[in-house]
Nanobody, 131 residues
Framework: QVQLVESGGGLVQPGGSLRLSCAAS????????IGWFRQAPGKEREGVAC????????YYADSVKGRFTISRDNAKNTVYLQMNSLKPEDTAEYYC????????????????????????WGQGTLVTVSS
């Protein structure tokens, strides 16, 4: 069964850090572009960060640039999102997704995966930033 499973969410104080993990099973992440997305209550989903499959290039939304880092460990078949200097406005459900195109596009400063034949989404992990 092809699936992505996110973990690492939770409650953190402003200024704190969390590391989200996105573990793949049933397929190998090496050839997939991976994106992290988030959706806050009452708001549309937005792209947070993407990483390509070929050269590992990355792109971040302006709102998280300099604070978040996306990385991949192909040996562990896992992608991470390191989130530092968290703000209350980072509170959202965070999702990872994989696309077999291996690439992403930047639209109005926001990264979005190029969707192909296979599109896989995780179930989400909740991040709450509050004092």
């Amino acid at each position: 069964q092809v699936q992505l499973v996110e973990s690492g969410g939770g409650l953190v104080q402003p200024g704190g850090s969390l590391r989200l993990s996105c573990a793949a099973s049933g397929f190998t992440l090496d050839y997939y572009a991976i994106g992290w997305f988030r959706q806050a209550p009452g708001k549309e989903r937005e792209g947070v960060a993407c990483i390509s499959s070929n050269d590992g290039s990355t792109y971040y939304a302006d709102s998280v640039k300099g604070r978040f880092t996306i990385s991949r460990d192909n040996a562990k078949n896992t992608v991470y999102l390191q989130m530092n200097s968290l703000k209350p406005e980072d509170t959202a459900e965070y999702y990872c997704a994989a696309s077999d195109t291996g690439t992403y596009t930047v639209v109005a400063g926001t990264p979005e995966l190029d969707w192909g034949y296979l599109e896989v989404w995780g179930q989400g992990t909740l991040v709450t930033v509050s004092s």
